[in-house]
């Protein structure tokens, strides 16, 4: 089973600042089949990116992913006060699919 | 619309069983990989399932292989997930989700709004 770490674990920073996530992974993840979601207080997990870098449909170009074989990265290029939520990674490449810890972005 | 309903969830003992079912619609069904995800309470996501379209491919989390076994009919646009031998830890809200592809190694690109299982005495 392939772990993903995600850090940090809380990050605290003000609207219009960029958001820099990481996520690592404990072996190459396959094909670079890694996505990230956005979950927010009482709301479902919502897909922002696959692929490592692909945006899903209707996802800000302020979001961004790039990364390969076991580290990723999500960016934020500038907060917006909707953006203040916890991220997840997830790696799709193995037929044990896994969830990092998630990575909270909270207002500094 | 994409539109994901769970039923199924709600208080078992520990040992007990539940079969949950998603309903699904506003798209085809029986072209997407679908999955089953789990979030304990105040916890982070856990993926627990997923069954390729024409349910050729199943796979299962290891804290739950043995235990669980996901299913669908695809003449009724309906995901399932029979959980056995519950446990205490298994208490979490839980996702129905689409794939994006029909193979199962695809992201989950719909969410249901879950339903709750509590596993307790």
């Known amino acids: 089973e392939i772990v993903l770490t995600q850090s940090p674990g809380t990050l605290s920073l003000s609207p219009g600042e960029r958001a820099t996530l990481s996520c690592r992974a404990s072996?190459?993840?396959?094909?670079?089949?890694l996505a990230w979601y956005q979950q927010k207080p009482g709301q479902v997990p919502r897909l922002l990116i696959y692929?490592?870098?692909s945006r899903a449909t209707g996802i800000p170009d302020r979001f961004s992913g790039s990364g390969s074989g076991t580290d990723f990265t999500l960016t934020i290029s500038r907060l917006e006060p909707e953006d203040f939520a916890v991220y997840y990674c997830q790696q799709y490449g193995s037929s044990s699919l896994t969830f990092g810890g998630g990575t909270k972005v909270e207002i500094k | 619309e994409v539109q994901l309903l769970e039923s199924g969830g709600g208080l078992v003992q520990p040992g007990g069983s539940l079969r949950l079912s998603c309903a699904a619609s506003g798209f085809t069904f029986s072209s997407s990989a679908m999955s089953w995800v789990r979030q304990a309470p105040g916890k982070g996501l856990e993926w627990v399932s997923v069954i390729s379209n024409g349910a050729g491919s199943t796979y299962y989390a290891d804290s739950v292989k043995g235990r669980f076994t996901i299913s669908r009919d695809n003449s009724k646009n309906t995901l399932y997930l029979q959980m056995n031998t519950l446990r205490v830890e298994d208490t979490a809200v839980y996702y129905c989700?689409?794939?994006?592809?029909?193979?199962?190694?695809?992201?989950?690109?719909?969410w249901g709004q879950g339903t709750l299982v509590t596993v307790s005495s």
């Open positions: 072996q190459s993840v396959s094909s670079s089949y």
């Open positions: 692929g490592a870098s």
């Open positions: 989700a689409k794939n994006r592809g029909s193979g199962t190694y695809s992201p989950l690109d719909y």
